[in-house]
């Protein structure tokens, strides 16, 4: 099944009832959309389109879209950031809905997940970082070039995107803080290995992403047996896993923990309830510049 993400037009900040719109997407994190997701939707409204770089060559490739949503009435300044993000959960509720050839989910830039009072339910949840992780193009990248590369390493992303699924479904079955043992770290550590070495022998400088994913602990898909409760209580305290040094001096790192937060209530039964990403201010150095 191909991956989709609705993602926001820009950083957003605040809680369900106040929000901020603040810097927009840049080029380097468009890139890592298109490189790690299949199908990238980006809503904007009739109030005020914020549009991201490159925008008429990015819609080009045929990878991302921007769906208008309509509002009518008077908007101030904060009303309108709001409804971006309303744009954004109102897209994002007819896809899950009725989109089912696609495995959709909310993502945004930033800290936490903003998600409106209007769709959202209180959960708990687990939330696991991967910290400097995914590498992404640095500079002057075209996106047909990260497309290209897309295609010929269809392989390598696929397998990251099943270790990284396969990760999630160990941590949320098997509350074990020596995860480090399990087959599903080795594999993960391997498919990231696998994908520092390719991506170095296409671009001469690369950067890191973080990812982080709000998982639900009371899906269908936890382990028969596992009380969500029981899960909860084990992952309250926040650990850290170090995957070990990939590339560079950045060092992988899973976190897991605990919490009961809003969570986009569209998505109550999917095992992903939302996604988080920021790029690392570390740069990869290219290949030829190493010690």
């Keep these: 099944m191909k991956k989709g993400v609705i993602a926001a037009p820009a950083r957003v900040s605040g809680n369900g009832a106040q929000f901020r719109s603040e810097q927009g997407l ?22 005020v389109h914020l549009a991201v770089p490159q925008e008429e060559e990015l819609l080009s490739t045929g990878v991302v879209t921007r769906p208008r949503v309509p509002f009518s009435g008077t908007f101030n300044g904060e009303l309108m950031a709001r409804a971006q993000l309303l744009a954004q959960t109102a897209v994002a509720t007819d896809l899950i809905k009725k989109d089912r050839s696609t495995d959709w989910a909310l993502h945004q830039i930033g ?9 959202s339910i209180e959960k708990q949840l687990i939330r696991v970082d991967l910290v400097g992780s995914l590498p992404v193009p640095k500079g002057d990248v075209p996106f047909s070039d990260i497309l290209e590369f897309k295609e010929r390493r269809k392989a390598e992303l696929a397998q990251l995107h099943q270790t990284i ?26 498919s990231i290995e696998s994908l520092d070495s390719v991506t170095r022998e296409k671009w001469k400088s690369t950067g890191k992403f973080d990812l982080s994913v709000e998982l639900n602990i009371s899906g269908k898909e936890v382990a028969a047996g ?23 001096a950045i060092a992988s790192v899973i976190k897991v923990r605990a919490n009961s937060t809003k969570s986009f209530e569209p998505s109550k039964e999917k095992q992903v309830l939302g996604y988080l990403a920021s790029a690392r201010s570390e740069n990869i150095l290219p290949s030829n510049q190493r010690p």
């Design 26 to 47: 840049t080029l380097e994190e468009l890139r890592y959309f298109l490189l790690y997701w299949d199908r990238v939707v980006i809503p904007t409204t009739n109030l």
């Design 111 to 119: 800290p936490e997940l903003i998600v409106p009072d209007e769709v």
């Design 165 to 190: 699924d396969d990760l999630y479904m160990e941590i949320l079955s098997s509350p074990d803080p020596s995860l480090k043992s399990k087959q599903s770290i080795a594999k993960f550590r391997e």
């Design 226 to 248: 596992v009380a969500a409760g029981a899960v909860f209580d084990f992952y309250t305290n926040l650990f850290t896993l170090p995957v070990g040094t990939l590339v560079g």
